[in-house]
C-alpha cells in the first residue's frame, strides 16, 4: 500500500506530536522517516513505533537526510529552532511541499498569543523558503497525547492554510489519514488564526482541567 503513497519526513518527529503523527500515518499505511538532529535518536525513535505494530515501512535519518529522502516533509520543532532546521535543509525541500506544525510559543506566557512580526510562523516558513517550496500550516490545535494514544479519537478538526490549492488538497489528505477532518482555510497568512489558537486552547485547558482541548466547524451541510 505504501508504494502508492507519498513517503513522509518528519522533522523532529523524535518528539511528543511528531511522533504522534509518524504513528498515524504509519498505523494508516504510509512509509514515515522519522527526522531528529540526532540519527542515532531518530532511529531509537523509529524503532519504538516499528514495535507498536504499525503497517507503513519507519526509519529515522538524521534531519538533513529526512528532508532529502521524504517525498512530503512536515516540520514538528519548537518555534525557536524553526528557523536554524529549515535553512539547513532548505536546498532538499525545493519543489516540495513542506507541512509547518510550528506555533510561535515563547514560554514562559504560552497561554498568551505572541504571534511574530512577519504575521504568523507559517508566514516565516513560506518567506525562508521561498516560492519554490509550497508551504502548508496544519496540526497546530491537535494534543500530541491524543495522537500517540491508539484508543483515543482526536475529537477534532484541522485548519490547513497554504497558499497552493493542490498542496493544501494532500494535506488534507493527510489530515483524514491521521484519524481527523481537515478543512483548506485560506491561504498561508491565515495560519495566523490556527497558531493564536493553540494559545487559546492551553489557557482553556488549564482553566477548565480539559486534557487535551481542539474545536469543531459547526454548521456544515450534513451527508
Known amino acids: 500500500m505504501s508504494d502508492s503513497l507519498p513517503r513522509l519526513a518528519i522533522l523532529g518527529g523524535s518528539g511528543d506530536l511528531g511522533g504522534g503523527l509518524a504513528f498515524r500515518w504509519a498505523r494508516a499505511g504510509y512509509a514515515v522517516i522519522i527526522g531528529s538532529r540526532s ?21 529515522g535519518m538524521a534531519n ?3 528532508a532529502a529522502a521524504g517525498d512530503i516533509v512536515v516540520l514538528t520543532v519548537p518555534f525557536a529552532n524553526q528557523k536554524p532546521t529549515l535553512e539547513a535543509v532548505r536546498e532538499s525541500l525545493q519543489g516540495k511541499i513542506l507541512i509547518d506544525v510550528t506555533v510561535p510559543l515563547v514560554p514562559p506566557k504560552v497561554g498568551a498569543v505572541q504571534l511574530p512580526s512577519e504575521g504568523s510562523a507559517g508566514q516565516i516558513a513560506q518567506n525562508l523558503l521561498g516560492e519554490g517550496v509550497r508551504v502548508v500550516s496544519a496540526f497546530q490545535n491537535v494534543a500530541a497525547a491524543h495522537l500517540e494514544d491508539p484508543e483515543h479519537d482526536p475529537d477534532c478538526d484541522v485548519l490547513v492554510c ?21 478543512w483548506h482555510a485560506g491561504p498561508i497568512a491565515n495560519a495566523a ?22 474545536f469543531r466547524i459547526t454548521g456544515q451541510p450534513q451527508a
Do not use: F, H, W
Not at 488564526?193 to 477548565?208: D, G, K, M, P, Q
Open 64 to 66: 538533513e537526510a529526512a
Open 39 to 59: 540519527a542515532d535518536k531518530a532511529a531509537e525513535a523509529a524503532a519504538a513505533l516499528q514495535g507498536r505494530g504499525v503497517s507503513g515501512p519507519l526509519q
Open 162 to 182: 497554504g497558499n497552493d490549492a493542490d498542496a493544501c488538497r494532500q494535506v488534507v489528505e493527510l489530515v483524514a489519514a491521521a484519524g481527523m477532518r481537515g
Open 193 to 214: 488564526a490556527a497558531e493564536a489558537l493553540t494559545s487559546v486552547l492551553i489557557t482553556l485547558n488549564r482553566r477548565y482541567r480539559i486534557p487535551g482541548a481542539g
